[in-house]
């Protein structure tokens, strides 16, 4: 089967692994997927992701998260414009809401979701979407949006059923990335999601170097786990791994342009 992980961050994973290199973490993250998705979500990490981009099977989403909102000046969305310009900048992102840390303001979290949703309609790049303990709020800002013709990936999704019928009724195509937290005892509701979702909004990605799924929670997550979180995907669904992975593998494709 061929997967890729849509979502993770290989700066990370070299960080929490005590790795020294690139070649050292290739062979760490083992067996890697057909592509990754490199999500570049603070400024000093720009210009580090560059030299993964070498790599046939890695790309790029840049973006500014809503933890380093606080960070977001005209000078950062200028440099954010250079590389998303980059011809492996695949989405924009990770951006949106957390409420559950507000390691920057609500207010300025706000301010920076509603500009970086306005860069990425101006660039005709995907969305990456963060949101956490913030559905109203989310749901608000995408709602009071021009979002016709966009593309949103819902990335590490851990809300209700009720908040993805209303992601659904978006004017966008909204996908929803799902982690190892599928396969957490306490993730009823996910699966629940996972479950009732249309096979053709499905995204599997491991947000490593967090949320490694089971047998291997605690440990450094990385992109070779990904078939654990698609098997995962496939037994909330009642189908077959043999069955999603090449529709997962589809969406993603459609999804990044890739």
Do not use: W
Request: aromatic share 8%.
């Amino acid at each position: 089967m061929q997967f890729i992980d849509t979502h993770c961050h290989i700066d990370l994973i070299q960080e929490k692994a005590g790795l020294t290199g690139f070649s050292e973490t290739l062979q760490f993250m083992s067996p890697l997927p057909q592509a990754i998705i490199q999500v570049a979500c603070h400024p000093e990490s720009f210009g580090q992701t560059l030299p993964y981009l070498d790599d046939p099977r890695i790309f790029a989403a840049f973006g500014v998260h809503p933890h380093e909102a606080s960070l977001y000046s005209s000078v950062v969305e200028g440099e954010l414009k250079k590389f998303l310009a980059h011809p492996k900048a695949v989405a924009c992102g990770e951006m949106g809401l957390d409420y559950h840390y507000d390691f920057s303001p609500r207010e300025i979290q706000r301010t920076v979701f509603e500009q970086q949703l306005a860069l990425a309609k101006s660039l005709q790049k995907p969305i990456v979407l963060h949101t956490r303990e913030a559905e109203a709020d989310t749901l608000a800002i995408l709602r009071n949006t021009p979002l016709h013709g966009q593309s949103i990936h819902v990335h590490c999704y851990t809300g209700d059923l009720a908040f993805a019928k209303s992601l659904l009724d978006l004017d966008a195509q909204v996908f929803f990335g799902f982690t190892g937290i599928l396969t957490f005892k306490t993730a009823e509701e996910i699966r629940r999601v996972a479950a009732f979702l249309p096979e053709d909004r499905l995204l599997t990605e491991t947000d490593a170097p967090f949320l490694a799924p089971i047998p291997h929670r605690g440990k450094t997550a990385h992109p070779g786990m990904i078939g654990l979180v698609l098997q995962a995907l496939a037994n909330a669904r009642g189908v077959s791994a043999d069955h999603l992975a090449p529709i997962c593998l589809a969406n993603a494709k459609r999804f990044y342009g890739i």
